[in-house]
């Protein structure tokens, strides 16, 4: 990969997926901007996200009903005259059962590699997808388009070493992996059972206790987990990594607080009025 691509696959994506808004981009986006029938759209095959929560779509399609859908879909057309969808599927379930009968869309010229690029890095970049829908994404870059794991890590923003252990989760029995997707297990979790000799049997323990991460790494080793509640301020590898990641992409101070089966908490920092509205905006974009 050289490195127009690089910059492409970085910075470029903006304009690949309609969020530049330099002069040149609005007047491309004008000009490529249609409204289509949702039954012309398609899903892509190839999107990394297959996990779709109900109660998510149901959230959205309410919005959409109060709103209306504001951020076209980035679509690709197709042989047949209809068009498949690269960024955008959950809106277009959701404006289905909003009862939106046309959508507004950006057509884009693309081909398979491109079109798995831009879909597996909007996903990353929303936080959209579980650590097995991400790995597989991973996985088919590398065989199937002969990325390198260093190239791929350029490309999407991520190092080297989350893509190797991430992609490594996909050695786990499936049963393992069904438990990462319906979030009963963290990709921490999980990694801390690679290299078990029962980690289908761990992984059940680590649920039943509810451990945290640190816990169900020493019971992977196989000492007894250390009682009591991890320090106030220690959290895991992939909450301090997304933590970083909500940061940069915010330009703001974000802190994750997990709270085990109740759920949890994001703070989002500001210093003043207009660092707020930004962050509402950003928000309210999101939700559309």
């Known amino acids: 990969m050289n490195q127009v691509q690089k910059r492409r696959l970085g910075r470029g994506l903006a304009a690949l997926i309609g969020d530049d808004t330099s002069e040149e981009a609005v007047v491309q986006d004008i000009r490529s901007l249609r409204h289509v029938p949702v039954e012309l759209l398609h899903p892509n095959p190839n999107n990394p996200r297959k996990h779709f929560a109900e109660e998510d779509l149901e959230s959205l399609a309410k919005s959409l009903r109060d709103k209306g859908l504001l951020q076209p879909l980035v679509v690709r057309p197709r042989a ?44 990353i970049q929303r936080s959209d997808l579980n650590a097995l829908e991400e790995a597989r994404a991973y996985r088919q870059l590398l065989e199937q388009y002969g990325y390198t794991q260093q190239q791929l890590a350029d490309a999407i ?16 029995p499936e049963a393992i992996q069904r438990q990462i997707e319906d979030g009963s297990l963290t990709a921490g979790h999980a990694r801390s059972l ?4 029962s980690p289908t049997d761990l992984a059940d323990k680590i649920i039943a206790l509810n451990l945290t991460v640190r816990q169900a790494e020493d019971l992977a080793r196989g000492q007894p987990p250390k009682a009591g509640k991890p320090a106030k301020n220690e959290k895991d590898a992939d909450t301090r990594a997304l933590e970083k990641n909500l940061s940069e992409a915010l330009g703001l101070g974000v802190a994750i607080k997990h709270a ?15 660092q707020l509205d930004e962050i509402v905006r950003r928000l309210t974009r999101a939700a559309n």
């Open 194 to 197: 690679i290299a078990t000799e």
């Open 260 to 274: 085990g089966a109740a759920g949890g908490s994001v703070n989002i920092q500001y210093k003043n009025l207009d």
């Open 157 to 172: 923003g991520k190092s080297r070493s989350h893509i190797a252990n991430t992609m490594r989760l996909m050695s786990l």
């Open 80 to 123: 047949d005259g209809s068009f498949e969808i690269v960024a955008g599927e959950r809106r277009w379930r959701a404006s289905q059962r909003a009862g939106i009968h046309d959508v507004p869309v950006l057509i884009r010229e693309l081909d398979d590699k491109e079109t798995l690029e831009i879909a597996l890095i909007e996903n």
